[in-house]
């Protein structure tokens, strides 16, 4: 199974998010198509949450007026953060069982953009990890290096010691989803080549066995400039299995369009 992941930062209301999901539904009654060969996931801001729970519940359901939003069926949900807690005065913060509340299925964990803008280290990192697999939702974890680190060499201890300490303690029988994202890649225009992504997500896997880490079947993702020009290319790398959008995952038919190329591999 590939993953194509949504996130969309911090953009995007209820009227956008609906046209959104609408445009998704005409793509996928056009191509006839089904979520068994890829996931398809959405990660919108919490704002939206209930929104999209209540449209993909209703089209599960089979109960949607709206002929093209029934075709969203399939399509999960994930968030962008989440608070480790379970409750208490952490104010502006969500826990795991308010994500509950509306069938979010994933979480993005230790994003660069949390790491840099909120001091999220990776021992608070771990915390959520923990927090989200103890509350049955998949966290989807983000490691990479800065710019200064891959050109002073350091990429693979940089790495080692990301995955060392979010992953700490953590035992997983499933599909455990690592985004590799270089954080010189995110939001920039400028993806990694192929070359070094492959290079990057063997590193990622030897170094999980030198950690002895639990985790049954860990699932290499690559974020940073992923768009409809480069997807096919860059899912051609033969151990990635899928993209964690930003930018290119605002407009619905560029997000379907990577999704179908990442599909086609
Ligand atoms: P980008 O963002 O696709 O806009 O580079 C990726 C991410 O931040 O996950």
Known sequence: MKYCIANWKMNMDSKSTFIYLDNIGKLVYKNKETFDKASM?????????????????????????????????????????????????????????????YGTEWVIVGHSERRSLFNESDEFVNLKVQAALDGAINPILCIGETLEERDAGRTEEVLFMQL?????????????????????????????????????????????KELKCDIQNPKILYGGSVNNNNAENLSKICNLDGFLIGG????????YSIYNALKGE
């Open 164 to 208: 060392k300490k979010c992953l700490k303690d953590v035992c997983v029988k499933k599909d455990f989803l690592i985004a590799y994202e270089p954080v010189w890649a995110i939001g920039t225009g400028k993806t990694a080549d192929c070359r070094t992504i492959e290079l990057v997500n063997d590193m990622i896997l030897n170094i999980l």
């Open 41 to 101: 996931i959405i990660c919108p801001p919490y704002t939206t949450l209930d929104l999209m729970s209540n449209i993909l519940t209703e089209a599960s359901k089979g109960i949607l007026d709206d002929v093209d939003l029934a075709y969203v069926v399939g399509l999960q949900l994930g968030a962008q953060n989440v608070n480790p807690n379970n409750y208490g005065a952490y104010t502006g913060e969500i826990s795991i069982k308010m994500l509950n509340q």
């Open 248 to 255: 290119a995952s605002l407009d619905a038919e560029q997000f």
